[in-house]
Nanobody
Framework: QVQLVESGGGLVQAGDSLRLSCAASGRTFSSNTMAWFRQAPGKERELVARIFSGGTSYYADSVKGRFTISRDNAKNTVYLQMNGLKPEDTAVYYC??????????WGQGTQVTVSS
């Protein structure tokens, strides 16, 4: 059974940092694009960052310069380092693995709350 399990969320103050982890099991995702999405209350889910199998990354404008996505293929794990957190970063963060033409696998989400 394929699983993506996020961890590392929590309640922090504005300006603090958090590192989210996404551990995959059931199959290897070293050849897949991996991504982090987030969904704030009352808003649609949005792409935060993605990393291709070769290591190239992409970021939403709202997090560029503050967040860093990385992957450790040996551990089948993807990370999201979040620095300079802002209240508007408050959301449930989801890890996802891309298949042929869609994100086929999703984690259960981890809550990140940033107080002002």
């Amino acid at each position: 059974q394929v699983q993506l399990v996020e961890s590392g969320g929590g309640l922090v103050q504005a300006g603090d940092s958090l590192r989210l982890s996404c551990a995959a099991s059931g199959r290897t995702f070293s050849s897949n694009t991996m991504a982090w999405f987030r969904q704030a209350p009352g808003k649609e889910r949005e792409l935060v960052a993605r990393i291709f199998s070769g290591g190239t990354s992409y970021y939403a404008d709202s997090v560029k310069g503050r967040f860093t996505i990385s992957r450790d293929n040996a551990k089948n794990t993807v990370y999201l380092q979040m620095n300079g957190l802002k209240p508007e970063d408050t959301a449930v963060y989801y890890c996802a693995a891309r298949g042929w033409n869609s994100y086929d696998y999703w984690g259960q989400g981890t809550q990140v709350t940033v107080s002002s």
